[in-house]
């Protein structure tokens, strides 16, 4: 998206999705709205849920929330490793998914949307499951918003 350039003024920064290659955000955006060249995993923006709970689901589902095993494979020491509720190692699914505290909460998430309640254990099979749901929007639409 941005290339850098050496010139005789020195270097500098060239975008490729301007004509004149300067470099906005209201572009970027646009961009990003349309969805055009930029793979996002097929990710669903949904704006009934705020931004921050659509960027850490979408964070989620590409295994970037700093979990114990995420921060190891970064190089972060980690003093305690295991989870404090089931003390297995804890990755991004086991935290979000798959621990017991967690799985627990999901459960009456689930009931209080009154679908089905299924035993799921990673982040990817929550979110499949919550847009398969039904053909009702609005259901899909709070499931998938609530992780
Ligand atoms: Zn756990």
């Not at 020195?10 to 930029?38: A, H, I, P, Q, Y």
């Not at 505290?101 to 459960?107: C, D, G, I, R």
Request: aromatic share 6%; glycine share 6%.
């Amino acid at each position: 998206m941005l290339h850098k350039q050496s010139g005789p003024g020195g270097e500098t920064w060239r975008c490729n999705l301007t004509v004149d290659g300067s470099f906005t955000v209201n572009v970027l955006r646009k961009k990003l709205d349309l969805n055009s060249t930029l793979n996002l995993d097929q990710f669903t923006w949904l704006r009934e849920i705020p931004i921050k709970i659509n960027c850490f689901i979408w964070r989620a589902k590409m295994g970037k929330i700093p979990s114990t095993l995420g921060l190891l494979s970064r190089g972060v020491d980690v003093e305690k490793k295991l989870c404090s509720h089931c003390e297995v190692v804890e990755c991004v699914d086991h935290a979000l998914v798959g621990c017991k505290y967690a799985s627990t909460v999901l459960q009456l998430v689930l009931k209080w949307c009154r679908v089905p309640l299924v035993e799921l254990k990673t982040v990817h099979e929550v979110i499949t499951y919550a847009q398969a749901l039904s053909n009702c929007s609005k259901k899909k639409k709070v499931a998938n918003g609530n992780l």
